[in-house]
């Protein structure tokens, strides 16, 4: 069955009210992830995974494909979440458990390096997420964006593109592009001055 009369629904003032409950939504989530990872991240041992990370600087196991595509894993899984109705659901989640990983690893460097830990979770975690986590958020609102435009449209309704997703994803591969570089170069260089 096909649908003909389908109700427009006017965008603009309200994109932007919308854009910023979002936005809440999503940093809410990130923050609950955070509380939750930082309880939890000083019960992990990381001295075997910080020793193999300066290892790293050798450059002997660095493809720099896969580091970007580990470095970017968040970002590519809110682009499909984005694409579908199921981003309504699942973009939260996905933004906790980015704001988990991120405080239960800084934490468990803290506590396995008592004295250097601040420093040490400042310069592995701190120096990548200046550059991924707001590309993080962009690519997520948008994504929440175009999952409510999506689920309008299942539901039958009129739903214009207003949202850029494809185009704010793109942009941002530059940046986590450049993201990837300091984990490859300069993170670990940092990290072997420090141990």
Excluded: W
């Excluded at 682009?79 to 934490?107: D, E, H």
């Amino acid at each position: 069955m096909i649908k003909t009369n389908l109700s427009k629904v006017e965008y603009g003032p309200l994109r932007q009210k919308n854009s910023r409950i979002y936005f809440l939504l999503l940093i809410l989530c990130f923050s609950a992830g955070c509380f939750a990872g930082s309880l939890t991240g000083s019960f992990f041992g990381l001295d075997p995974v910080l020793k193999d990370f300066s290892d790293f600087s050798t450059g002997c196991s660095s493809n720099p494909i896969s580091v970007f595509l580990s470095f970017s894993r968040f970002h590519l899984v809110a682009f499909l979440l984005g694409s579908s109705f199921l981003g309504l659901a699942l973009l939260p989640v996905l933004s906790c458990i980015r704001g988990y990983a991120l405080s239960c690893t800084a934490a468990s460097i803290i506590s396995s390096y008592p004295e250097k830990g601040v420093i040490m979770a400042a310069v592995i975690l701190g120096i990548p997420a200046l550059l991924s986590i707001p590309c993080f958020f962009v690519v997520s609102i948008d994504g929440y964006m175009s999952s409510v435009r999506i689920f309008h449209l299942v539901r039958g309704n009129s739903a214009p593109r207003k949202d850029k997703l494809y185009s704010r994803f793109l942009a941002c591969i530059p940046i986590l592009a450049l993201g990837t570089l300091a984990e490859i170069k300069f993170v670990p260089y940092l990290v072997s001055l420090l141990t």
